[in-house]
């Protein structure tokens, strides 16, 4: 049930997101079973609707083409859970073709009730998940092609699904090696949703498949039928032909003991795609639009027609001028992503970047576009993507905060801590900063907590000073809270969240915690917990210091004068004269004017300095997925080991040219709670998705079958491959 909960949280969570509404009448929330779409769903399956199935019983004898289609369209609906439906069916759809008169005859009534019998006694089919092994049993026959695709839990069989098709005028005259094998490919590809990716048992009579590897010249339909094959991650089982029989449609299938004594003498096949021999490699390379000119006129013209290919055994290859071996195999575009993840993904290949992973493929493969494959290909791998750092200079030029001109109008707030914990209780200190003055507000506090941050400022803070305009902090827990947050609009201060792991935001604070605690260091006693006895005294001395930006003191800046320190009161000092109050507040707004530009002008002479040495900042759009650097530590591993960056995250704004608002996507988002923070565009890279297209040629979805020239024969016209040009081949990294 809890699982339930959350598998719901999330679907919902997905609904809102969306906008989408939905009708609480039409709803149904954490019950057993429920109907769907005439289908009865619960925790062991998928069944049919009684009531429906009771339709089908009682429905009429037809008397017309009409009625009969109504019949065959209500079965159809449920053919998934018979096996065989198409032949069951077949007489029935004789009656409708062009041209046969309607009689009905006592063949025609029968099939009738068969099929509405196997409705009545169809089996529950079980969900498709990943408990349990996958079989797929085919049958073929003159008159049609079935198939059952079953999970197995232990010794029992269940069904999750039967498909069954007539078979066409042609494919009536097939050998019967040929319709095997057409039952084989046609299943998978109408289950391919539930098997591709996945390894899974075919039982099946295996001299079909011997029959067809076996042929020569293999062109049209057998080729296209072994390229079919080497999709799937099958192991293929021989069983003879009077035990491949899928059990009747009235129950599951359970496996006895004699037909395990005999499927133990069975003898299994090689994973389809493990091992490519020469002649399936000739086969792929003569069905590549790319590579089928060139081995016709090579065949027709003989060695002569090319000082660029050879063909060796029936298998084309480039002869190689460069490094590596002297015939570079001419890849198809089939085994274009085989070969691309051998190079890349293997541990002898060691997940290279871009160049090396290059070199490596055009030291033995050719085709034409591989620097644009291998580029694609390293720069979309995922275990690249999470582990390799950025190269080149840092991204984002600096971006300056803009200057206040007066105290107290820009405020930045960090925790320091924890220490040792004093008799106060006390374990941290809120570092609290004017962003013009520089001056400093220190107060030791127990925790860290949103309560204890809320009471410094309106006891501490905004008694003395006023409300502020702006706060800046860090993405603290006690800073993002909702209660934070609240305070925070109903004052209308403008809250300002610096990106996580990174202190160059807050960095005027982060400057003041440094200092503070050299202070302190010179003080403490042997203990350590007396540090909060010692924040006044060390507070007076940052504050009454110089400042080598404003080059006053923020004590100057804030009260117009000098502090008098405790050593002063030894010596005599001569009074000065009074000064006018007008001529008092000049003064003082001439300091804090000078300090306003003297802090300009140094935000201006580090970005002079700093973006030189920058690119320009990536513009993300919403919705894209890109991933964070973050400083990653779990007990018990290697800190050297883990991962540089977490994610992937889906930006949800754009906060300012170099800082995006990033959040968890949908998929990854659970009980309603996600992280959510800002993140600066030098920590982020974008992250890409493998897709299946990238290492195919540009063309390759053209089903032409016009012979193209498509590389000259004549001479050599270039290297091992397409080199990549000078710019990029230096970048190794993805």
Request: glycine share 4%.
């Amino acid at each position: 049930f809890k699982e339930h909960q959350e598998r719901l949280e999330a679907v919902l969570a997905a609904f809102q997101r969306a906008r989408i509404t939905l009708n609480v009448e039409k709803c149904n929330f954490c019950v057993s079973h429920v109907k769907f779409l005439g289908h009865l769903v619960d925790g062991d399956g998928l069944r049919p609707d009684p009531q429906k199935i009771a339709a089908l019983d009682k429905f009429p004898t037809p008397v017309d083409v009409t009625s009969l289609k109504s019949f065959l369209g209500l079965a159809s609906y449920y053919r998934r859970f018979i096996y065989q439906f198409a032949l069951l069916a077949s007489p029935l759809h004789q009656l409708l073709k062009k041209g046969v008169t309607w009689e009905w005859k006592e063949k025609h009534q029968q099939a009738m009730r068969k099929m509405q019998d196997a409705l009545l006694t169809a089996p529950t089919l079980a969900h498709d998940d990943d408990d349990g092994d996958l079989i797929l049993k085919t049958d073929a026959s003159k008159n049609g092609l079935g198939a059952v695709l079953s999970r197995v839990k232990g010794k029992t069989e269940q069904p999750i699904i039967f498909i069954s098709r007539r078979t066409s005028k042609a494919e009536i005259n097939y050998h019967s090696n040929a319709l095997e094998c057409l039952a084989l490919v046609w299943a998978l590809d109408k289950l391919k949703p539930y098997v591709y990716g996945r390894n899974f048992t075919v039982f099946t009579d295996n001299s079909a498949l011997k029959w067809l590897f076996s042929k020569k010249d293999i062109d049209g339909k057998y080729a296209r039928w072994i390229l079919a094959l080497q999709e799937f991650q099958i192991q293929i089982k021989h069983i003879k032909g009077h035990l491949n029989v899928v059990a009747d449609a009235l129950s599951r299938f359970p496996v006895g003991e004699s037909e395990e004594t005999n499927l133990s003498e069975a003898m299994c096949c090689a994973m389809v795609g493990s091992f490519h021999p020469p002649e399936e490699i000739a086969l792929l390379q003569h069905d590549d639009r790319a590579t089928r000119s060139i081995r016709m006129q090579l065949r027709k013209n003989g060695a002569a027609a090319s000082d660029t290919f050879v063909l060796r055994k029936d298998v084309l290859y480039r002869k190689n001028r460069q490094k590596g071996r002297k015939l570079l195999l001419v890849v198809p575009s089939f085994l274009r992503r085989q070969v691309l993840s051998a190079c890349h993904d293997d541990p002898s290949s060691g997940h290279m970047g871009i160049t090396k992973t290059y070199h490596r493929v055009a030291e033995r493969y050719w085709w034409k576009g591989s620097w644009k494959s291998v580029k694609k290909y390293v720069s979309s791998c995922r275990v690249c993507q999470f582990n390799k750092p950025v190269s080149g200079r840092t991204e984002g030029q600096l971006m300056s905060i803009p200057v206040p001109s007066s105290p107290f109008h820009t405020l930045g707030m960090d925790h320091i801590g924890p220490f040792r914990q004093t008799p106060k209780g006390n374990v941290h200190a809120l570092v609290i900063m004017d962003y013009l003055s520089k001056w400093i507000i220190v107060t030791p506090c127990p925790d860290v907590k949103t309560r204890g941050v809320l009471e410094i400022l309106n006891q501490a803070v905004i008694p003395q000073h006023g409300f502020m305009r702006r706060i800046i902090t860090d993405q603290g827990t006690a800073f993002t809270s909702e209660s934070f947050a609240m305070e925070m609009e109903k004052s209308s201060i403008h809250h300002v969240l610096a990106t996580c792991e990174r202190p160059q935001t807050n960095g005027q604070v982060e400057r003041a915690n440094k200092t503070l605690v050299s202070a302190l260091k010179s003080y403490v006693n042997l203990a350590h917990d007396d540090w909060d006895l010692h924040i006044p005294m060390a507070t007076l001395a940052i504050n009454s210091a110089r400042q080598s930006t404003t080059k006053r003191s923020p004590f100057e800046l804030m009260y117009g004068r000098i502090p008098i320190l405790s050593h002063e009161n030894s010596f005599p000092w001569p009074d000065k004269p009074p000064e006018r109050v007008k001529q008092f507040f000049r003064r003082v707004a001439r300091w804090r004017a000078e300090a306003n530009k003297l802090i300009q002008n140094s935000q201006d002479r580090s970005k002079q300095l700093a973006d030189p040495h920058r690119r320009n900042a990536r513009e993300y759009v919403e919705g894209e997925l890109v991933l964070v650097r973050r400083n990653i530590r779990i007990n018990g591993r290697t800190k050297k080991l883990l991962p540089k960056f977490i994610g992937p995250f889906e930006i949800v704004k754009r906060v300012c040219p170099t800082t995006y608002l990033v959040e968890d996507p949908p998929t990854k988002r659970k009980k309603m709670v996600w992280r959510r923070f800002n993140a600066h565009v030098a920590q982020m890279r974008p992250f890409y998705l493998p897709r299946e297209t990238e290492w195919l040629p540009e063309d390759s979805s053209s089903d032409s079958d016009t012979e193209e020239e498509i590389y000259p024969l004549g001479s050599d016209t270039g290297t091992i491959a397409e080199s990549p040009n000078s710019s990029a081949s230096g970048n190794d990294e993805p």
